[in-house]
């Protein structure tokens, strides 16, 4: 089965940039979506098919994918984008295609 | 506005059985597949199960093929996940989840999931 591997936690400054990858083989050939959950809360889509932005959420939040890593970036971070963050694909190839990556805990320092 | 409401989790006792349901409004339910995604105490988004517009086309994660059944009613707007010979690793909040169109697409709403306990 397809398998994503996410870094357990990430550490940023207010204001600086965080950078959240999500490692899968040859993922740059699959749609990638990311979801944001904060403590007690469900998860909230932040980013679609790679780079695309849902609406009401900011532009901070980019994508990309490529090669056998895809990343979740957040520009000039705040307080409040201290959360949980899942990487997510659909691997049509199998029997049990819904995949999610570990998570990621970002911790504004 | 996009509603999802999950029902029927409890707590029971291994080898029991629960049915989950989710009511869904705001949108043409049959238009859209659904979800099952849980998560365990502590831990992360685990996907559990898929289910197209018309119900015709399902998935499920191994560790709960043969046990877990997903179904829905699109007269009822209402989304379905059945739950036999549960055990303690079945313990999860279980939240449905909307697909923005097919079963490959991104998973837009949530709703705010509902705890399942499997304890003797």
């Known amino acids: 089965s397809y398998v994503l591997t996410q870094p357990p936690s990430v550490s940023v400054a207010p204001g600086k940039t965080a950078r959240i990858t999500c490692g899968g083989n040859n993922i740059g050939s699959k749609s990638v979506h990311w979801y944001q959950q904060k403590p007690g809360q469900a998860p909230v889509l932040v980013i679609f098919?790679?780079?695309d932005r849902p609406s009401g959420i900011p532009e901070r939040f980019s994508g990309s994918n490529s090669g056998n890593t895809a990343t979740l970036t957040i520009n000039r971070v705040e307080a409040g984008d201290e959360a949980d963050y899942y990487c997510?694909?659909?691997?049509?190839?199998?029997?049990?295609?819904?995949?999610f990556g570990g998570g990621t805990r970002l911790t504004v320092l | 506005e996009v509603q999802l409401g999950e029902s029927g989790g409890d707590s029971v006792q291994p080898g029991g059985s629960l049915r989950l349901s989710c009511a869904a409004s705001g949108f043409t339910f049959s238009s859209y597949a659904m979800s099952w995604v849980r998560q365990a105490p502590g831990k992360g988004l685990e996907w559990v199960s898929s289910?197209?517009?018309?119900?015709?086309?399902?998935y499920y994660t191994d560790s709960v093929k043969g046990r877990f059944t997903i179904s829905r009613d699109n007269s009822r707007n209402t989304l379905y996940l059945q739950m036999n010979s549960l055990s303690a690793e079945d313990t999860a909040v279980y939240y449905c989840?909307?697909?923005?169109?097919?079963?490959?697409?991104?998973?837009?709403?949530w709703g705010q999931g509902t705890l399942v306990t499997v304890s003797s």
């Open positions: 098919y790679d780079s």
């Open positions: 989840a909307k697909a923005s169109t097919t079963l490959s697409s991104p998973l837009d709403y």
């Open positions: 289910i197209s517009g018309s119900g015709g086309s399902t």
């Open positions: 997510q694909v659909w691997d049509s190839s199998s029997d049990h295609p819904g995949v």
